[in-house]
């Protein structure tokens, strides 16, 4: 039933990622032609590329409730995007890192902004740091997380789900619900962030940040074939 639903949601991402090159497509079109552009369309368009990251989110919150351990070593992303992980996703603070690299015509007022917003990012950040490390301290068997990392692809063998059956459903209930305040803390910096953002640079960012991760993909999926084909 576990490869059942992993391969459904691989499917999922294979998709979404296709959608993906498709918004970047229309950002990168808007960049070029953004003073032709009415206000309105953009707005359109902003609004539909962050409705597509929300429904990768709906749909990973299903995923994470039928195998939150497939959050943690998710067999849809490469070695490389793995590397990436923390509490099941990328890292909140990795947007600001974005916006400094691909912004340069921030005003000073939006520069105190981002820096506020970010200080406030890092202690929510370090408080769900916190909250899995007790977690892993109130268990006796070995943590969910590192089990899940060491099994890595043969996470669907016999002996795997074995033990993940042995783990306190409340053990897996509260680490889903850290992924899902991990996850609301992504969506609601991002979100922030491009409030304190103008239509131009908000187009400039999601740029960016769809570069970033097809490339991450790209490179990562590239680097998997070439280690399978030394094998």
């Keep these: 039933m ?3 639903i992993a391969a459904s949601f691989e499917a999922f991402v294979q998709g979404w990622m296709m959608r993906q090159r498709g918004f970047l497509d229309e950002l990168l079109s808007a960049q070029q032609h ?3 552009m009415q206000d309105a369309d953009i707005r359109q368009l902003i609004n539909r590329v962050i409705c597509h990251y929300g429904q990768y989110f709906e749909e990973k919150s299903k995923i994470a409730h039928h195998n939150i351990l ?9 070695s490389l995007e793995r590397t990436f992980l923390w509490v099941g996703g990328f890292k909140p603070g990795v947007a600001f890192q974005v916006v400094n690299t691909a912004l340069e015509d921030l005003s000073e007022e939006q ?10 990012t890092k202690v929510k950040e370090r408080a769900l740091n916190d909250e899995l490390a007790k977690l892993h301290e109130s268990v006796a068997a070995p943590p969910l997380v590192n089990m899940a990392r060491s099994h890595g692809r ?8 074995a033990e993940e059956n042995s783990v306190p459903s409340t053990f897996k209930e509260t680490l889903e619900n850290l992924v899902a305040n991990a996850d609301a803390l992504r969506t609601n910096t991002s979100l922030k962030i491009l409030q304190i953002l103008r239509h131009a640079q908000i187009i400039t ?18 680097k998997d074939a070439e280690n399978e084909g030394h094998g």
């Design 154 to 161: 043969e996470c669907f063998s016999r002996s795997f789900m």
């Design 111 to 120: 520069r105190v902004r981002l820096s506020q917003l970010n200080q406030e």
């Design 205 to 222: 960012f999601l740029v960016a940040v769809a570069e970033l991760q097809i490339r991450v993909r790209s490179w990562g999926l590239d």
């Design 70 to 78: 497939l959050v943690f070593s998710p067999p849809w992303f490469s």
């Design 34 to 36: 953004y003073q032709e």
């Design 2 to 4: 576990t490869d059942a």
